[in-house]
Protein backbone atom coordinates (compact mmCIF):
# COMPACT_ATOMS: atom_id res chain seq x y z
CA UNK A 1 0.00 0.00 0.00
CA UNK A 2 1.14 3.49 -0.48
CA UNK A 3 1.80 5.88 2.03
CA UNK A 4 2.36 9.55 2.47
CA UNK A 5 2.92 12.41 4.90
CA UNK A 6 1.68 15.95 4.40
CA UNK A 7 0.28 18.63 6.83
CA UNK A 8 -2.38 20.87 5.87
CA UNK A 9 -2.67 24.62 6.24
CA UNK A 10 -5.89 26.08 7.62
CA UNK A 11 -8.89 26.13 5.70
CA UNK A 12 -8.44 29.47 4.68
CA UNK A 13 -5.07 28.69 2.57
CA UNK A 14 -7.13 25.42 1.48
CA UNK A 15 -9.97 27.72 0.21
CA UNK A 16 -7.74 29.74 -1.62
CA UNK A 17 -5.44 27.21 -2.85
CA UNK A 18 -8.47 24.89 -4.13
CA UNK A 19 -10.11 28.10 -6.30
CA UNK A 20 -6.77 27.72 -8.09
CA UNK A 21 -6.14 24.22 -8.63
CA UNK A 22 -9.87 23.67 -9.59
CA UNK A 23 -8.64 24.91 -12.51
CA UNK A 24 -5.23 23.72 -13.03
CA UNK A 25 -4.33 21.06 -10.11
CA UNK A 26 -5.57 17.20 -11.91
CA UNK A 27 -4.89 16.15 -8.62
CA UNK A 28 -7.87 18.52 -7.18
CA UNK A 29 -9.87 15.75 -6.39
CA UNK A 30 -7.54 13.68 -5.01
CA UNK A 31 -6.13 15.07 -1.97
CA UNK A 32 -7.00 18.80 0.28
CA UNK A 33 -3.98 21.66 -0.22
CA UNK A 34 -1.07 20.32 1.71
CA UNK A 35 2.98 20.72 2.33
CA UNK A 36 3.85 17.21 1.89
CA UNK A 37 6.63 16.47 4.52
CA UNK A 38 7.10 12.78 2.71
CA UNK A 39 6.71 11.61 -0.93
CA UNK A 40 4.93 8.25 -1.33
CA UNK A 41 6.32 4.87 -0.10
CA UNK A 42 5.29 1.57 0.14
CA UNK A 43 4.89 -0.25 3.31
CA UNK A 44 3.09 -3.30 4.58
CA UNK A 45 -0.18 -3.31 7.33
CA UNK A 46 2.60 -4.72 9.45
CA UNK A 47 5.26 -1.87 8.86
CA UNK A 48 2.34 0.89 8.85
CA UNK A 49 2.24 0.09 12.76
CA UNK A 50 5.63 0.74 13.41
CA UNK A 51 5.78 3.20 11.65
CA UNK A 52 2.78 5.42 13.21
CA UNK A 53 4.26 4.53 17.10
CA UNK A 54 7.51 6.29 15.77
CA UNK A 55 5.48 8.67 14.18
CA UNK A 56 3.40 9.54 17.31
CA UNK A 57 7.23 9.72 19.34
CA UNK A 58 8.29 12.09 16.55
CA UNK A 59 5.54 14.61 16.68
CA UNK A 60 5.44 14.63 20.78
CA UNK A 61 9.45 15.60 20.50
CA UNK A 62 8.63 18.28 17.54
CA UNK A 63 7.23 21.46 17.65
CA UNK A 64 4.32 23.06 16.12
CA UNK A 65 5.06 24.39 12.60
CA UNK A 66 5.15 28.15 11.42
CA UNK A 67 4.17 28.08 8.05
CA UNK A 68 5.11 31.33 6.49
CA UNK A 69 4.20 32.37 3.08
CA UNK A 70 6.22 35.26 1.23
CA UNK A 71 5.36 34.44 -2.45
CA UNK A 72 4.19 32.28 -5.20
CA UNK A 73 6.94 30.44 -7.40
CA UNK A 74 7.41 27.37 -9.94
CA UNK A 75 9.78 24.45 -10.67
CA UNK A 76 9.82 25.31 -13.63
CA UNK A 77 11.76 24.43 -16.00
CA UNK A 78 11.68 20.97 -13.86
CA UNK A 79 8.30 20.68 -14.05
CA UNK A 80 5.48 23.10 -14.57
CA UNK A 81 4.27 23.36 -11.12
CA UNK A 82 2.84 26.68 -9.48
CA UNK A 83 2.61 26.59 -5.86
CA UNK A 84 2.80 29.05 -2.86
CA UNK A 85 6.65 28.66 -1.64
CA UNK A 86 6.71 28.03 2.27
CA UNK A 87 9.70 29.71 3.74
CA UNK A 88 11.83 26.72 5.55
CA UNK A 89 12.83 27.36 9.17
CA UNK A 90 14.53 25.24 11.83
CA UNK A 91 11.02 23.28 12.93
CA UNK A 92 9.94 21.98 9.43
CA UNK A 93 13.37 21.34 8.16
CA UNK A 94 13.66 19.16 11.89
CA UNK A 95 10.63 17.31 11.20
CA UNK A 96 10.79 16.62 7.84
CA UNK A 97 14.77 15.17 8.37
CA UNK A 98 12.93 12.77 11.22
CA UNK A 99 10.46 12.11 8.92
CA UNK A 100 13.83 10.50 6.84
CA UNK A 101 15.02 8.45 9.33
CA UNK A 102 14.60 4.90 11.28
CA UNK A 103 11.75 3.17 9.29
CA UNK A 104 11.16 5.84 7.02
CA UNK A 105 14.85 5.99 6.00
CA UNK A 106 14.08 6.58 2.38
CA UNK A 107 16.59 8.71 0.52
CA UNK A 108 13.37 11.96 -0.27
CA UNK A 109 13.54 12.04 -3.81
CA UNK A 110 14.46 16.02 -4.50
CA UNK A 111 15.49 18.37 -1.77
CA UNK A 112 12.86 19.14 0.13
CA UNK A 113 11.68 22.66 -0.88
CA UNK A 114 8.36 22.99 0.72
CA UNK A 115 5.64 23.95 -0.50
CA UNK A 116 1.64 24.05 -1.52
CA UNK A 117 1.11 23.67 -5.23
CA UNK A 118 -1.52 25.87 -7.06
CA UNK A 119 -1.59 23.97 -10.47
CA UNK A 120 0.52 21.48 -12.04
CA UNK A 121 0.85 19.45 -15.59
CA UNK A 122 0.47 23.24 -17.41
CA UNK A 123 1.59 23.66 -20.66
CA UNK A 124 4.54 25.84 -21.50
CA UNK A 125 2.17 28.23 -22.43
CA UNK A 126 -0.77 28.03 -19.88
CA UNK A 127 2.07 27.54 -16.96
CA UNK A 128 3.50 31.05 -17.70
CA UNK A 129 0.12 32.74 -18.16
CA UNK A 130 -0.89 31.44 -15.01
CA UNK A 131 2.57 32.66 -13.21
CA UNK A 132 2.34 35.85 -14.32
CA UNK A 133 -0.86 36.35 -13.42
CA UNK A 134 -0.73 34.32 -9.87
CA UNK A 135 2.53 36.08 -9.16
CA UNK A 136 0.37 39.05 -8.67
CA UNK A 137 -1.58 37.68 -6.04
CA UNK A 138 -0.74 39.64 -2.49
CA UNK A 139 -0.02 36.08 -0.71
CA UNK A 140 1.99 36.76 2.56
CA UNK A 141 0.56 35.17 5.01
CA UNK A 142 1.70 33.20 8.31
CA UNK A 143 -0.13 30.61 10.86
CA UNK A 144 1.08 27.75 13.03
CA UNK A 145 0.41 23.79 12.13
CA UNK A 146 0.16 21.85 15.27
CA UNK A 147 -0.56 18.23 13.87
CA UNK A 148 0.16 16.39 10.41
CA UNK A 149 -1.23 12.99 8.92
CA UNK A 150 -0.47 10.10 7.56
CA UNK A 151 -1.96 9.12 4.41
CA UNK A 152 -2.71 6.05 2.22
CA UNK A 153 -3.70 6.44 -1.26
CA UNK A 154 -6.77 4.36 -2.83
CA UNK A 155 -6.91 2.67 -6.25
CA UNK A 156 -8.75 5.61 -7.94
CA UNK A 157 -5.70 7.74 -6.92
CA UNK A 158 -7.10 9.77 -3.86
CA UNK A 159 -5.75 9.93 -0.33
CA UNK A 160 -7.74 8.79 3.05
CA UNK A 161 -6.28 9.89 6.04
CA UNK A 162 -4.78 6.93 8.60
CA UNK A 163 -3.78 9.09 11.58
CA UNK A 164 -3.12 12.29 12.77
CA UNK A 165 0.23 13.51 14.88
CA UNK A 166 -0.27 16.06 17.29
CA UNK A 167 3.25 18.29 17.23
CA UNK A 168 4.85 18.79 20.64
CA UNK A 169 4.59 18.10 23.83
CA UNK A 170 1.48 20.05 25.14
CA UNK A 171 -0.64 17.15 23.35
CA UNK A 172 0.86 14.20 25.06
CA UNK B 1 -16.84 26.06 10.26
CA UNK B 2 -18.38 22.64 9.48
CA UNK B 3 -17.26 19.60 11.00
CA UNK B 4 -18.36 16.11 10.93
CA UNK B 5 -17.51 12.84 12.35
CA UNK B 6 -16.64 9.52 10.55
CA UNK B 7 -14.75 6.49 9.85
CA UNK B 8 -13.24 4.87 6.98
CA UNK B 9 -13.66 1.38 6.55
CA UNK B 10 -10.42 -0.55 4.98
CA UNK B 11 -8.96 0.06 1.96
CA UNK B 12 -10.04 -2.62 0.78
CA UNK B 13 -13.59 -1.87 0.68
CA UNK B 14 -13.16 2.28 -0.12
CA UNK B 15 -11.98 0.74 -3.16
CA UNK B 16 -14.87 -1.31 -3.89
CA UNK B 17 -17.31 0.99 -2.64
CA UNK B 18 -15.50 3.85 -5.29
CA UNK B 19 -15.84 1.33 -7.85
CA UNK B 20 -19.39 2.70 -7.46
CA UNK B 21 -19.51 6.04 -6.51
CA UNK B 22 -17.28 7.07 -9.24
CA UNK B 23 -20.43 6.75 -11.97
CA UNK B 24 -23.18 7.12 -8.64
CA UNK B 25 -22.54 9.28 -6.00
CA UNK B 26 -21.75 13.48 -6.91
CA UNK B 27 -19.85 13.18 -3.51
CA UNK B 28 -17.33 10.78 -4.61
CA UNK B 29 -14.69 13.60 -4.83
CA UNK B 30 -15.22 15.24 -1.74
CA UNK B 31 -14.57 12.38 0.59
CA UNK B 32 -13.33 9.10 1.14
CA UNK B 33 -16.00 6.40 1.52
CA UNK B 34 -16.95 6.58 5.02
CA UNK B 35 -19.96 5.33 7.77
CA UNK B 36 -20.93 8.63 8.78
CA UNK B 37 -20.80 8.70 12.91
CA UNK B 38 -22.27 12.11 13.43
CA UNK B 39 -23.60 14.34 10.62
CA UNK B 40 -22.35 18.29 9.59
CA UNK B 41 -22.39 20.58 12.55
CA UNK B 42 -21.09 24.39 13.14
CA UNK B 43 -18.34 25.07 15.75
CA UNK B 44 -15.60 27.67 16.08
CA UNK B 45 -12.18 27.11 16.61
CA UNK B 46 -11.79 27.56 19.88
CA UNK B 47 -15.25 24.72 20.43
CA UNK B 48 -13.46 22.32 18.49
CA UNK B 49 -10.33 22.53 20.68
CA UNK B 50 -12.60 21.49 24.13
CA UNK B 51 -14.81 18.85 21.64
CA UNK B 52 -11.06 17.42 20.04
CA UNK B 53 -10.44 17.03 23.62
CA UNK B 54 -13.84 14.78 24.56
CA UNK B 55 -13.02 13.17 21.66
CA UNK B 56 -9.71 11.75 22.71
CA UNK B 57 -11.25 10.42 26.35
CA UNK B 58 -14.38 9.00 24.54
CA UNK B 59 -12.38 7.28 22.21
CA UNK B 60 -9.82 5.95 24.65
CA UNK B 61 -13.32 4.55 26.64
CA UNK B 62 -14.77 3.43 23.48
CA UNK B 63 -14.11 -0.23 21.72
CA UNK B 64 -12.60 -0.86 18.36
CA UNK B 65 -15.58 -1.63 16.16
CA UNK B 66 -16.52 -4.59 14.41
CA UNK B 67 -18.11 -3.49 10.81
CA UNK B 68 -19.84 -6.68 9.66
CA UNK B 69 -21.40 -5.57 6.29
CA UNK B 70 -24.27 -8.29 4.62
CA UNK B 71 -26.08 -6.91 2.20
CA UNK B 72 -27.01 -3.34 -0.17
CA UNK B 73 -29.89 -1.52 0.93
CA UNK B 74 -31.41 1.53 -0.21
CA UNK B 75 -33.43 4.54 1.81
CA UNK B 76 -35.91 5.05 -0.97
CA UNK B 77 -38.12 6.10 -0.74
CA UNK B 78 -37.10 8.42 1.47
CA UNK B 79 -34.09 9.36 -0.64
CA UNK B 80 -32.66 7.47 -3.43
CA UNK B 81 -29.30 6.83 -1.93
CA UNK B 82 -27.66 3.07 -2.20
CA UNK B 83 -25.67 1.86 0.53
CA UNK B 84 -23.85 -0.84 1.89
CA UNK B 85 -25.91 -1.94 5.62
CA UNK B 86 -23.60 -1.87 8.56
CA UNK B 87 -24.76 -4.16 10.89
CA UNK B 88 -25.46 -2.38 14.31
CA UNK B 89 -23.66 -3.42 16.91
CA UNK B 90 -23.29 -2.31 20.72
CA UNK B 91 -19.81 -1.06 20.36
CA UNK B 92 -20.82 1.44 17.07
CA UNK B 93 -23.89 1.77 18.78
CA UNK B 94 -22.10 3.12 22.06
CA UNK B 95 -20.02 5.49 20.44
CA UNK B 96 -22.35 7.00 18.20
CA UNK B 97 -24.55 7.55 21.46
CA UNK B 98 -21.40 9.29 23.09
CA UNK B 99 -20.55 11.21 19.81
CA UNK B 100 -24.16 12.93 20.50
CA UNK B 101 -23.49 14.25 24.18
CA UNK B 102 -21.73 16.81 26.28
CA UNK B 103 -20.25 19.39 23.49
CA UNK B 104 -21.92 17.31 20.94
CA UNK B 105 -25.43 17.67 22.31
CA UNK B 106 -27.43 18.12 19.17
CA UNK B 107 -30.41 15.51 17.98
CA UNK B 108 -29.53 13.69 15.26
CA UNK B 109 -31.40 14.29 11.89
CA UNK B 110 -32.38 10.68 11.70
CA UNK B 111 -32.39 7.34 13.71
CA UNK B 112 -29.21 6.12 13.29
CA UNK B 113 -28.77 3.23 10.60
CA UNK B 114 -24.96 3.12 9.67
CA UNK B 115 -24.20 2.89 6.39
CA UNK B 116 -21.76 3.56 3.49
CA UNK B 117 -22.92 5.24 0.70
CA UNK B 118 -22.73 3.59 -2.75
CA UNK B 119 -24.73 5.84 -4.48
CA UNK B 120 -27.41 8.99 -4.03
CA UNK B 121 -29.17 11.77 -5.61
CA UNK B 122 -30.37 9.08 -8.49
CA UNK B 123 -33.33 9.28 -10.56
CA UNK B 124 -36.31 6.84 -9.60
CA UNK B 125 -35.29 4.79 -12.86
CA UNK B 126 -31.49 4.86 -12.04
CA UNK B 127 -32.42 4.14 -8.64
CA UNK B 128 -34.06 1.10 -9.25
CA UNK B 129 -31.54 0.16 -12.05
CA UNK B 130 -28.23 0.17 -10.18
CA UNK B 131 -30.05 -1.19 -7.14
CA UNK B 132 -31.14 -3.89 -9.04
CA UNK B 133 -27.90 -4.70 -10.05
CA UNK B 134 -26.08 -4.27 -6.90
CA UNK B 135 -28.31 -6.08 -5.35
CA UNK B 136 -27.21 -9.26 -6.89
CA UNK B 137 -23.36 -8.56 -5.44
CA UNK B 138 -22.03 -11.12 -2.77
CA UNK B 139 -21.14 -8.12 -0.37
CA UNK B 140 -20.32 -10.58 3.05
CA UNK B 141 -17.72 -8.78 4.65
CA UNK B 142 -15.91 -7.92 8.25
CA UNK B 143 -13.11 -6.02 9.58
CA UNK B 144 -12.58 -3.96 13.23
CA UNK B 145 -12.23 -0.59 12.58
CA UNK B 146 -10.03 0.83 14.94
CA UNK B 147 -9.75 4.73 15.13
CA UNK B 148 -12.44 7.28 13.85
CA UNK B 149 -11.61 10.93 12.45
CA UNK B 150 -12.99 14.20 12.79
CA UNK B 151 -13.07 16.16 9.64
CA UNK B 152 -14.26 20.30 8.62
CA UNK B 153 -15.22 21.49 5.23
CA UNK B 154 -13.93 23.66 2.79
CA UNK B 155 -15.80 25.78 0.75
CA UNK B 156 -16.01 23.67 -2.12
CA UNK B 157 -17.60 20.65 -0.01
CA UNK B 158 -14.52 18.71 0.12
CA UNK B 159 -14.10 17.25 3.61
CA UNK B 160 -10.02 17.46 5.35
CA UNK B 161 -9.65 15.57 8.09
CA UNK B 162 -8.67 17.46 11.50
CA UNK B 163 -7.92 14.73 13.71
CA UNK B 164 -7.69 11.14 14.25
CA UNK B 165 -8.53 9.29 17.53
CA UNK B 166 -7.80 5.74 18.01
CA UNK B 167 -10.29 3.35 19.97
CA UNK B 168 -9.51 1.37 23.11
CA UNK B 169 -7.39 1.70 25.94
CA UNK B 170 -4.45 0.08 24.14
CA UNK B 171 -4.25 3.06 21.95
CA UNK B 172 -3.45 5.49 25.38
Partial sequence: MKYGIALFPSKKIQDLVNSYRKRYDPNYALIPPHVTLKTAFDASADDIVTIANELRITA?????????????????????????????????????????????????????????????????????????????????????????????????GSWTVYETFLLGKDNE
Wanted: net charge negative; aromatic share 6%; hydrophobic share 35%.
Fill in 60 to 156: QDSNPIKISIKKVSSFSPVNNVIYLKVEPNDDLLDLHSKLHKGSLRLEPEYSFVPHITLGQKLSDDEHSDVLGSIKMLDVQHEEVVDRFHLLYQLEN
